[in-house]
């Protein structure tokens, strides 16, 4: 995205959509820009913290199902040795 089309409102966008990181990107070169912004600084530290509850989210998610399939590996196993 060019550096003029990064603005709040497009990152209030992303945000809303549920679009962390994008929306944190762009504060971030918006705070560059303007380093005494505070409502950026603010977004900046907010997000920054919303997209480390979304990673640990996927990672527990993806944990979960890394576990259930290791269970039912575990099974089959079972069953086919069982049954052989």
Do not use: C, W
């Amino acid at each position: 995205m060019a550096l003029e089309a990064k603005t709040k409102t497009f990152a209030e966008i992303y945000e809303s959509q549920g679009h962390y990181a994008e929306a944190l990107n762009i504060y971030i070169d918006l705070l560059k820009e303007n380093p005494l912004d505070e409502e950026s600084a603010d977004n900046v530290k907010r997000l920054q913290s919303l997209v480390k509850e979304a990673n640990d989210g996927k990672k527990r998610a993806a944990e979960t199902q890394i576990y259930a399939l290791e269970t039912f590996l575990q099974k089959a196993y079972a069953y086919r040795e069982k049954n052989a």
